[in-house]
């Protein structure tokens, strides 16, 4: 890399130490990376906790894959002819190969006073991604999901959100919150928690 045109050894080591860092993110990233058909960010995070490798996944039926909440047939369709099709083979042989993380690594367990409660947070937020408001929130103790479900504590509703979701927390009677109550959550969130009389 160094012999390369404007590259020189400083700007070579710089290179080799990103490709190193990118091969430690979390397998989700890679997940999310790979391209597949109706495989978004959230469906990534949700297939990464699930099946906690790229082997368990790859070898996921059809009708296993339906079996998790939020991964309908379109979905399952999508993966189990991504990792059927024999073009794939030799490039998710290559990341092997290249020790990329290809490994859900269990989240630490934190205590809080958000512990017991979960969150689903959809739409665009103001002033931090969807992601650093899910980091906050575990931090807390909170756990976060994809999808919303019977066990659903609040669902946190920004900017443009996903209307099947919306409409599912609707029919459960899940908690709907705006930015503004997400961010008293964060910043008091013993009103929040479970003993509140809150789910």
Known sequence: LAELDR???????NVIAEIDTSKRRPFSNVLFGLGIRH???ETARLLAAHFGSLTALANATEAVLTSVPSI???????????????????????????DVRLVEEPAARVDG??????????????????TDAEA?????????AASVTKTTSYLVVGAEPG???LER???????????????????NPAAYAPEQGRP
Do not use: H
């Open 7 to 13: 590259m020189g050894e400083k700007s070579a080591r």
């Open 39 to 41: 495989v978004g960010e």
């Open 72 to 98: 309908g047939p379109r979905i399952a369709e999508s993966i189990e002819a991504f990792f059927s099709d024999d073009r794939n083979r030799p490039f998710l042989d290559k990341l092997r190969a290249a």
């Open 113 to 130: 006073p958000l512990t017991g409660t979960i969150w689903v947070v959809t739409g665009t937020l103001e002033g931090m991604s969807r």
């Open 136 to 144: 906050k929130l575990v931090a807390l103790g909170a756990k976060t």
């Open 163 to 165: 209307s099947a979701k």
């Open 169 to 187: 927390a609707r029919t459960l009677g899940t908690l709907v919150i705006d930015q503004t109550a997400l961010n008293d959550a964060l910043e």
